[in-house]
């Protein structure tokens, strides 16, 4: 009955919001200035210096959306409406913000980058553990996120990658010459891959020891092109609408809903930099270098394509050094369910392949007939698995595959999980089972259908901490943090 209250008050209010969501808003209509950038803020040189500028910034948006959005009744989801279920200010700490989890004797540095209109709540969950195994974990908010979708409008990825650079300078600092690890989600993988990069230049340091790549950014739809025609448009009187790719209401607590048509451009230009910069460097002095990359791709994979992470990363990179983790769709909810698309070809392309310069992992089901999962794994120059892991746990009967999105985030999260929390006035966005005529909710289908955790997470997270730990110092050495976690959260 609980679950059942939560999802029709949810349903509901998606309702109200969609009739308000013709309605621009100030969160997607006003310029915050206190915002870092390269052009608009050169007085800010260090870390310290961004996240003073960060208080202002928040400081800005209160005055300037929150203080003049509606609230009460019709307004409780959404984000910007002051005391509602969606305002992230509610809750400690908010995640939107640049954070740091404390290591009274780090074993290393692990920084956190989140993707294009995300925050740092979308890596929330490994950090925590990261900091548990005894890591320094700065989880870092890029400049135009965790604020208000208007700040996609105006952002440049230069000035992202600035904020990389100063955060990994900042961490290098707090473990005195440990190892940095990079752990880069969609767009935050490919400024991890171009920071990396910038280190084999000489443009910034220290080298990091490792990449962790969460869903990368690598190669985007070419439809992103046109992205930057759509946005000189728009400044267009008249034309306005055009810096806008998608508007949606906004009641996600750490996400936009909306996605501004700059967005879309600073995302292609990235992508074809690190392109055109990675296989630079193949052909002149090489990437032998590079450090140690483990890549985790979903096969289904809407935003980004499968062919650029292998042919244009993995493929280019030394061999031996380097690991691909696919999450297959699930073949027997595939071979009995109606589909568009089949993303089976990348699949036995990667299984059949012996010359990959890397090593392989698909993690599938294990059988045609079995809904058990277990990750196959192959080395490099391999035509053949040598080794099956089960992983003890089965998909789900009613999902088909995971989604870009669905990655980083486990089964159990508050937000974005399977099953809804106990508390009923706590905002939910995961698994929702609303059906009802079309054309009645403010959300697309596409919305509701795409998953949004991922059932196999724990088996992300062990690989990732040990991908870490394999490349910094040994489990022997690690010495968990004296001191509870903590999160300094400004």
Known sequence: MLELRGLLAFSLALLAAGCA??????????????????????????????????????????????????TGSGNE????????????????????????????????????????????????????????????????RLPGHGTAPSGLKHVRWEDMAAAVRMAVNHLAAKVDGGPIHIFGYSTGAALAIDFSLDTLDGRAGPLPASLVLISPAIGISRAAALAGVKTRLSIVPGMGRLAWLVTE???????????????????????????????????????????????????????????????????????????????????????????????GALTVRLNSDAGLPFAFTLVTNEHAASLAVVARQKPPFSAEFVATEPLGSSWPISVLSLSHVALPFPPDDPLYGQRRPADEQTIFLGQLAI????????????????????????????????????????????????????????
């Open 249 to 343: 209401p906004e009641f996600d607590p750490y996400k936009y809903n909306s996605f501004a048509t700059n967005a879309g451009q600073q995302v292609h230009r990235l992508t074809r930099s690190v392109a055109r910069r990675l296989s630079g460097f193949a052909r002149s002095e090489g990437l032998e270098n590079f450090p140690p990359t483990l890549v985790f791709k979903s096969n289904a994979d809407s935003t980004v394509t499968n062919a650029a992470v292998v042919d244009g990363l993995l493929g280019l990179l030394e061999p031996h050094q380097h690991e691909l983790v696919l999450f297959d769709v699930n073949r027997l909810a595939a071979a009995s369910v109606l589909k568009v698309y089949d993303p």
């Open 435 to 490: 059906q009802g005529e079309r054309g009645l909710f403010a959300l697309s289908a596409d919305w509701l259908l795409r998953l949004r955790h991922n059932p196999f997470y724990s088996y992300l997270e062990n690989r990732a901490i040990d991908w870490a730990f394999d490349h910094g110092l040994p489990r022997a050495k690690v010495v968990p943090p004296a001191a509870p976690v903590k999160s300094v959260n400004r």
């Open 77 to 140: 989801l959404l984000r910007f409406s002051s005391g509602g279920a969606a305002d992230p200010r509610g809750w400690q700490p908010n995640w939107n913000r640049t954070f740091e989890l404390q290591a009274t004797r780090p074993i290393g540095g692990a920084l956190l980058l989140h993707g294009m209109s995300d925050s740092p709540y979308s890596l929330r969950a490994l950090a925590e553990s990261l900091n548990r195994e005894g890591y320094q974990v700065l989880g870092l």
């Open 21 to 70: 969501s013709t309605d621009p808003g100030p969160w997607r209509s006003e310029h915050l200035t206190e915002e870092f950038s390269l052009r608009g803020t050169p007085e800010v040189r260090s870390f310290d210096d961004y996240l003073a500028l960060e208080d202002r910034l928040y400081a800005q948006l209160d005055r300037k959306v929150y203080a003049v959005t509606a």
